[in-house]
Nanobody, 127 residues
Framework: QVQLVESGGGLVQAGGSLRLSCAAS????????MGWFRQAPGKEREIVAG???????YYGDSVKGRFTISRDNAKNTVDLQMNSLKPEDTAVYYC?????????????????????WGQGTQVTVSS
């Protein structure tokens, strides 16, 4: 059974930092794209960041320069370091795994391109 389990969410003041971690079990994702998405109340789920099997990265416009995605293939984990957090970053953050083989550098940005999802972790940024 494949599982993605997120951790590291919480409450932080604006300007602060949080580090989210996603641990995969049941299969290795070392050859697959992994992504972080978020969903705020009343809004659609949106891509935050993605990382290819080769380590290429993609960031949503609203988080560029503040968030960093990384992966440890040996541990089957993917992390999201979030700095300079803003109240508008408040959302449930989801880890996702894409089972489709993608050419190097190709990172899906649509929820429909991902096959496995974690249960989500709440991030709340107070002003």
């Amino acid at each position: 059974q494949v599982q993605l389990v997120e951790s590291g969410g919480g409450l932080v003041q604006a300007g602060g930092s949080l580090r989210l971690s996603c641990a995969a079990s049941g299969r290795t994702f070392s050859n697959n794209v992994m992504g972080w998405f978020r969903q705020a109340p009343g809004k659609e789920r949106e891509i935050v960041a993605g990382i290819s099997r080769g380590g290429d990265t993609y960031y949503g416009d609203s988080v560029k320069g503040r968030f960093t995605i990384s992966r440890d293939n040996a541990k089957n984990t993917v992390d999201l370091q979030m700095n300079s957090l803003k109240p508008e970053d408040t959302a449930v953050y989801y880890c996702a795994g894409d089972l489709t083989w993608r050419p190097r550098g190709r990172i899906g940005t649509n929820v429909h391109e991902y096959d496995y999802w974690g249960q989500g972790t709440q991030v709340t940024v107070s002003s």
